[in-house]
């Protein structure tokens, strides 16, 4: 099957119980209208226990303060990317089950078949998911249209989450990218990625005469020298190429945006960022190890 037509399977069966936009007659209004009134009522139903979501965010704490089983009868479908965390908080579904009462449908497919598959559910109107993750990459699109609920007036509510749990106490620049204009938390991060450093074998460096380099000039003169001695390759990036970049062409001078976040006009086709493309793929292609399944970390 080719991917146009997976996609097109995928879609079928992501909104087969999305009722037709178009008005095909009175059935179909009193479906839609069916449809509505139940998913009203089981957002009521979720809003007495939105911190028990968030406690499989936390494992290990209590997920509702108003009562013992506050969503007995209630099934809550959650997804979120594969990952290592993602698949640790499995540990913890049975615990949040018995101390609910909810039943928990947990799904962790892989990054790209999550985010193609719930922004088709979220852009369609879909009710499939109850809890999602909120992808990096997807933050503006998927806040921005509305398509999340703010959880601000949950986590501040003792009554749904333990008093002793701050928000707050997340950095705020890690929450800062999940807020929409008006300050509202729509997700709290459970990851936060920077890259800002390197490792090397500094015994290959001494035999080479060379220090730890402090310019992009020196890095690049040190891993030639480097490249191959006792077998070791003298550059070794994450193979997401698309992050791994991005601090080689902002040490040029460079940018991805003219001026983020106010204005967001590609610059790529700048002088110092064809430049930093060029050295970044001279070193790929040159000093990167010989099998390319050792290119990711």
Same mark, same amino acid.
């Given at each position: 099957?080719?991917?146009?037509?997976?996609?097109?399977?995928?879609?079928?069966?992501?909104?087969s119980y999305v009722p037709l936009c178009e008005?095909?007659?009175?059935?179909?209004?009193?479906?839609?209208?069916?449809?509505?009134?139940?998913?009203?009522?089981?957002?009521?139903?979720?809003?007495?226990?939105?911190?028990?979501?968030?406690?499989?965010?936390?494992?290990?704490?209590?997920?509702?303060?108003?009562?013992?089983?506050?969503?007995? =009868?209630?099934?809550? $479908?959650?997804?979120?990317? *594969?990952? +290592?965390?993602?698949?640790?908080? @499995? !540990?913890?579904?049975?615990?949040?089950?018995?101390?609910? =009462?909810?039943?928990? $449908?947990?799904?962790?497919? *892989?990054? +790209?078949?999550?985010?193609?598959? @719930? !922004?088709?559910?979220?852009?369609?109107?879909?009710?499939?998911?109850?809890?999602? $993750?909120?992808?990096?990459?997807?933050?503006?699109?998927?806040?921005?249209?509305?398509?999340?609920?703010?959880?601000?007036?949950?986590?501040?509510?003792?009554?749904?989450?333990?008093?002793?749990?701050?928000?707050?106490?997340?950095?705020?620049?890690?929450?800062?990218?999940?807020?929409?204009?008006?300050?509202?938390?729509?997700?709290?991060?459970?990851?936060?990625?920077?890259?800002?450093?390197?490792?090397?074998?500094?015994?290959?460096?001494?035999?080479?005469?060379?220090?730890?380099?402090?310019?992009?000039?020196?890095?690049?003169?040190?891993?030639?020298?480097?490249?191959?001695?006792?077998?070791?390759?003298?550059?070794?990036?994450?193979?997401?190429?698309?992050?791994?970049?991005?601090?080689?062409?902002?040490?040029?001078?460079?940018?991805?945006?003219?001026?983020?976040?106010?204005?967001?006009?590609?610059?790529?086709?700048?002088?110092?960022?064809?430049?930093?493309?060029?050295?970044?793929?001279?070193?790929?292609a040159r000093l990167r190890p010989r099998r390319?399944?050792?290119?990711?970390?």
């Amino acid at each position: 099957m080719g991917p146009e037509r997976r996609l097109m399977e995928n879609r079928r069966r992501l909104v087969s119980y999305v009722p037709l936009c178009e008005d095909r007659g009175k059935r179909e209004r009193n479906e839609k209208m069916a449809l509505l009134r139940r998913r009203l009522r089981r957002r009521q139903i979720l809003q007495a226990g939105v911190a028990a979501a968030s406690a499989l965010i936390l494992p290990g704490r209590a997920p509702a303060q108003g009562g013992s089983k506050p969503l007995s =009868g209630t099934t809550l $479908n959650i997804a979120c990317w *594969s990952s +290592p965390y993602a698949k640790l908080l @499995t !540990d913890y579904i049975p615990q949040f089950e018995e101390e609910t =009462g909810a039943k928990v $449908n947990y799904e962790t497919p *892989s990054f +790209p078949i999550y985010n193609q598959r @719930t !922004d088709v559910e979220l852009s369609t109107g879909g009710s499939s998911y109850d809890v999602l $993750n909120v992808t990096f990459i997807y933050i503006g699109r998927w806040i921005g249209a509305g398509w999340f609920v703010p959880l601000d007036g949950y986590l501040r509510d003792p009554q749904k989450t333990s008093a002793d749990w701050e928000p707050d106490d997340f950095l705020s620049g890690a929450t800062a990218a999940f807020k929409d204009p008006a300050g509202r938390l729509y997700a709290i991060p459970w990851t936060a990625d920077i890259y800002m450093g390197g490792a090397g074998r500094y015994d290959l460096f001494e035999k080479a005469g060379k220090s730890m380099p402090n310019t992009f000039d020196e890095l690049a003169d040190t891993m030639k020298a480097v490249h191959m001695k006792d077998g070791v390759p003298g550059f070794l990036p994450e193979n997401h190429y698309g992050w791994s970049f991005i601090p080689f062409l902002q040490g040029f001078g460079g940018n991805v945006f003219r001026d983020p976040p106010e204005d967001l006009t590609p610059v790529l086709d700048a002088p110092e960022a064809i430049h930093r493309g060029r050295v970044f793929r001279q070193a790929i292609a040159r000093l990167r190890p010989r099998r390319r399944d050792l290119l990711y970390l």
